[in-house]
């Protein structure tokens, strides 16, 4: 027996909808069972999960990496619920799907306390029940609600229970081997130098077999989603090996952050010249590894501050996936204006108005217009910069300005700018 009215299940056009975190073989199998539009509206009503853990529970996050790996365990998590729904119990309900295995070892490797974890896993069953509740009533026949709101109600409880015990049996395990390990001894250390409390600088160079009172060079490595068969761990693995080796600064020191993110730093080069453009061309890094640069600074003080702006880099290209090296000092102009991203998406429309707008075209006049501005309004630097004829240029630009408010025209040059290098960051 199945559950049709499932197969109804629709996405809210008012409520967002973002691309999964989960790999598409997951979608894509789902899809093959239930349909498409169930799978849209579970994976918006786990990302809307998502958001209010984060809400009610913020120690689940904690920076772009961390709340992709909740967004995976809360997608991963509602997609199976549906297909042991859809399957009336007979489906596997006595495993948890990997992704939420790795959230709940990423959490006891954090320190996360376990009744922070598992009021996570309470808020998010809740929500689906909700959710789930809601569908019922819009489409399931009147004379069969109660009855089939009573069966999933049960049947989602006994989920919500093997789920539970599973991730505390999980975090135990997990907190038991990581407490032991050389792993969390660096990790502790290293989270001690992020914090700015007091190190010794000697101890920590011991520790973490690295010298910290040297001048240093951070990174953030994380994987887009491949179908690569190399695990993630070994694709940064040896994109850290590979980045090292270009700028010849000796063996790095790496701590893995979640499954498919790492942090790094490197003694800086003696020579900073052209340093990201030796990195863009001869760093042999592994398929779907993406990359952000911190900026160069020294001693202890300077590993912290080097590894923020690495992670401000991460940020600011999580915004608008596309090129696989990011360095702050390129983009460190953007991340501080987008601090509050709210903030900074109504600076950008105020400035932009209708030039704000969704679609290829007004990314092209976004974009003309910038490199236009920042080449110091050369028509022909702009043309050499975007390869086309000064005409089109031209044209471009004039489109550009009639769309922007008068109030934006009349103002300062700056704040344009500053608007198109956030609207080149958050829309495209």
């Known amino acids: 027996m199945t559950r049709q009215w499932l197969r109804q299940l629709r996405p809210d056009p008012d409520r967002p909808y973002q691309d999964p975190a989960i790999p598409p073989a997951a979608v894509i199998a789902t899809a093959a069972v239930l349909g498409p539009d169930p799978v849209r509206w579970a994976l918006q009503t786990a990302d809307a999960m998502a958001a209010e853990v984060l809400e009610q ?44 295995l790795e959230s709940c070892r990423e959490f006891a490797r954090r320190g996360l306390p376990l009744d922070r974890v598992l009021r996570g896993v309470r808020l ?32 989602l409880f006994s989920h919500a229970d093997t789920h539970a015990s ?32 007091p190190v010794d600088p000697e101890a920590a160079t011991r ?8 001048t240093h060079l951070a990174a953030v490595l994380w994987c887009d989603r491949t179908d690569d068969p190399l695990p993630a761990a070994e694709r940064l693995q040896h994109t850290a090996t590979a980045l090292a080796r270009t700028l010849g600064t000796g063996h790095p020191l790496t701590i893995p952050a979640t499954a498919d993110t790492a942090w790094l730093w490197l003694h800086a080069p003696d020579d900073l010249t052209g340093l990201t453009g030796r990195v863009r061309t001869g760093c042999d890094r592994a398929p779907g590894v993406r990359l952000a640069l911190g900026p160069p600074a020294h001693g202890t003080a300077g590993l912290r501050r080097s590894h923020y702006g690495a992670r401000e880099a991460e940020r600011v290209a999580r915004l608008a996936p596309g090129d696989w090296l990011t360095d702050y000092r390129e983009v460190r102009l953007v ?33 003309t217009l910038r490199v236009y501005l920042a080449g110091e309004r050369s028509l022909r630097a702009a043309a050499g910069t975007l390869h086309v004829a000064r005409n089109t240029v031209t044209y471009r630009v004039k489109r550009a300005e009639e769309l922007l408010p008068a109030s934006t025209t009349a103002g300062s040059t700056l704040e344009l700018r500053l608007a198109l290098e956030i609207a080149r960051a958050e829309l495209g």
């Not at 929500?127 to 109600?153: H, Q």
């Not at 997990?174 to 914090?195: C, K, N």
């Not at 520790?207 to 040297?214: N, P, T």
């Open 57 to 100: 529970v913020p120690e689940h996050g904690g920076g772009p990496a961390p709340l992709a790996t909740l967004r995976r365990s809360t997608e991963s998590t509602v997609l199976a619920a549906l297909r042991l729904l859809f399957a009336e119990g007979s489906g596997n309900g006595d495993a948890l799907p990997e992704e939420a």
């Open 124 to 155: 998010g069953h809740a929500g689906l029940t909700r959710e789930l509740t809601s569908a019922v009533e819009r489409y399931v026949p009147a004379g069969e609600r109660l009855t089939e709101l009573r069966r999933i109600t049960e049947e």
């Open 166 to 197: 599973l991730i505390a049996e999980s975090y135990l395990a997990e907190r038991d081997r990581w407490r032991g390990s050389d792993e969390a001894a660096r990790r502790a250390t290293i989270d001690d130098l992020l914090a700015a409390r």
């Open 207 to 214: 520790r973490l077999r690295y010298d910290v009172a040297r």
């Open 335 to 367: 991340a501080l204006a987008t601090t509050d991203p709210e903030h900074a998406r109504w600076f950008v429309h105020d400035l932009l108005g209708p030039l704000a707008s969704d679609g290829s075209r007004m990314r092209e006049l976004r974009e």
